[in-house]
Each structure stands twice: as C-alpha cells, then as structure tokens.
C-alpha cells in the first residue's frame, strides 16, 4: 500500500518560535508538494520539488522555506511562525511526468501558532 | 489564479445525482479530481487530459470541455460514502507538474 506519512497530525507552536514538518513517502516518487488548506481558500501551493534538492515556489512560499536532502524526505520550515500560518498542511507526491500525474496525498498536520 | 467551482455546497438525499463543475479563465491541458472526507488526506479521483483521454474510477464520470476551459464531475445514484469536499486541480499544459486547485465542493448526502 502506497503511503505519505506527516510527521505530526496536530501541532501547537508560539509565535516566533521555528517549526519543521516532515513528509515521507515510499513510492519513490521523484515530486513532492507542500501545501496549505484553509476554509474557502481550497489547496494552495507553497512549494514543489522535482528532484533531491531541487525546488520551486509555489502561489504563496512567503514566510516558508523547504529542504529534500533525501528523495523520500520533504521538509517545510516556518522560520519564524506568525499566527496567521495557522491552518492544515499537507505534503503530497506523484511520479515524474506521465500523463496521468496522480498526486498522493499524507494525512496532513493541523499546526496552531498562539 | 484558482479554478472556479460551483455550486461551493449542496445537499442531496441517497440515490440522487450530483455535478459539479470547475472553470478555469486559462488554458488546460489537465484537470484532476479529488475527494476529501472530513478529517482525511484528499484521494484522487480522476484526470482528463486535453485530446480526450482519461483515467479514473469506474464509477465516476466526468467531461472536459478544452474549448471552455471546463470541467464537469457526474455522481449519480449518490451514496451516503460520496459525501465529502470535491477538488478539481488544473495543470496548464504538459509536463507542469503543478496543480492548481479550486476552492471545492462540500457534497452532504443523507438518508
């Protein structure tokens, strides 16, 4: 069974304070996403990469940073949380391009910065 | 800029049918469809590729309109397990692998 797994399925954190959350995926999957879920605003993306330490920004990367040292590791960094980062994240994968680019998703962390 | 999805909530009892649709003001290659039900990961659904082709389950169905920019998904005879947050994601030609996704819609149905 193919699986994306999140470091933390909720997650309370101070404002300032720096915040990692960890995805891992074991499909081998060459492109992973982070995104960010709030009501009414959908899924949006904050960063993509398609390869072992390569990255791109995604609609909304302010106030974010990524790293993948490792193919089935993804990491976002909240340098410096603020309140308004509070919302549900979530980490996805798919296989490089095909056609149909199927997109696995992790169970995602619901981080609250007070 | 997101795709725009309608009607953003509906409510319908068992065996009833359901669409939903997405619109985009650009260009598409692909539209994708997920599902999400309350307090779990969105599951894929289905995707159309601009020229007709596309993959999905069995029982769901859905219309790509290339020259609209529009996408339709078709749930007929609801089931109470349909029930969840639909997403359409939209890519605008090959090889993008990123997605853009709607703001969804929230299908309740009851007994």
């Known amino acids: 069974d193919v699986k994306v797994t999140q470091s933390s399925r909720y997650l309370v954190k101070r404002t300032g304070e720096k915040v990692f959350l960890e995805c891992v995926q074991d499909?081998?999957?060459?492109?992973m996403f982070w995104y960010r879920q709030d009501p009414g605003l959908g899924l949006r993306l904050i960063y993509f990469?398609?390869?072992?330490?390569?990255?791109e920004k995604g609609d909304i990367p302010e106030g974010y940073s990524v790293s993948r040292e490792k193919k089935e590791r993804f990491s976002l960094i909240l340098e410096s949380a603020s309140t308004n980062q509070t919302s549900m994240y979530l980490c996805a994968s798919s296989p490089m391009t095909s056609e149909y680019n199927e997109q696995f998703f992790g169970p995602g962390t619901r981080l609250t910065v007070l | 800029q997101q795709p725009v999805q309608s009607p953003q909530a509906v409510i319908l009892r068992e065996g009833e049918d359901a669409v939903i649709n997405c619109s985009s003001s650009k260009a598409l290659y692909s539209v994708h469809w997920y599902r999400q039900k309350h307090g779990e990961a969105p599951v894929f659904l289905m995707i159309l590729l601009k020229g007709g082709e596309q993959k999905g389950h069995e029982k769901i169905s859905a219309s790509f309109n290339e020259k609209k920019q529009q996408s339709s998904l078709y749930l007929t005879a609801s089931q109470l397990s349909y029930s969840g947050t639909y997403f359409c994601g939209t890519t605008p030609h090959f090889g993008n692998e990123k997605l853009t996704f709607g703001t969804g819609t929230r299908l309740t149905i009851i007994p």
């Open positions: 990469s398609y390869d072992v330490k390569m990255k």
């Open positions: 499909m081998d999957h060459e492109n």
